[in-house]
Nanobody, 125 residues
Framework: QVQLVESGGGLVQAGGSLRLSCAAS????????MGWFRQAPGKEREFVAA??????????SDSAKGRFTISRNSAENTVTVFLQMNSLKPEDTAVYYC????????????????WGQGTQVTVSS
C-alpha cells in the first residue's frame, strides 16, 4: 500500500521556522523525485520545492528560494523528505502536500503520481 504521510505542520509566528517531514512507503521511492506543494484557501495548488532521487538536483519556487530547504534520506523501505522552512511569512499559510514523481526534474503537479493528505501550516502576523 502506497503511503505518503506528512507531519510537522502547525501554527507559528511570522519570522519563525517549521520543519515538515514526509514518509513515503509502499513503492521503491528511492528512485522518485520528491516534491512539496502547497494550497492556500481559494488558490490553486502551487509548487514549492523538489529534489531528485539522487539529491543532486533541487528546485525551488521563487517564494521559497533562500528561505526553504528540501532534503531527503532513504531507509530500507521508506523514503523521508523534509522541508525546512525559515523566515516564515503569513503568505506561507497553506496546506502543504508531499508528492512523488518518476520524472526529473518535476515542478508541475500534473507530473506527480502519488500524493499525501497534507499538513496545515499557519503563519500568524
Amino acid at each position: 500500500q502506497v503511503q505518503l504521510v506528512e507531519s510537522g505542520g502547525g501554527l507559528v509566528q511570522a519570522g519563525g521556522s517549521l520543519r515538515l517531514s514526509c514518509a513515503a512507503s509502499g513503492r521503491n521511492f528511492r528512485r522518485y523525485t520528491m516534491g512539496w506543494f502547497r494550497q492556500a484557501p481559494g488558490k490553486e495548488r502551487e509548487f514549492v520545492a523538489a529534489i531528485t532521487w539522487s539529491g543532486a538536483d533541487v528546485n525551488y519556487s521563487d517564494s521559497a528560494k533562500g528561505r526553504f530547504t528540501i532534503s531527503r534520506n532513504s531507509a530500507e523501505n521508506t523514503v523521508t523528505v523534509f522541508l525546512q522552512m525559515n523566515s516564515l511569512k503569513p503568505e506561507d499559510t497553506a496546506v502543504y502536500y508531499c508528492a512523488a514523481s518518476t520524472r526529473e526534474p518535476a515542478t508541475t503537479a500534473i507530473h506527480y503520481d502519488y500524493w499525501g493528505q497534507g499538513t496545515q501550516v499557519t503563519v500568524s502576523s
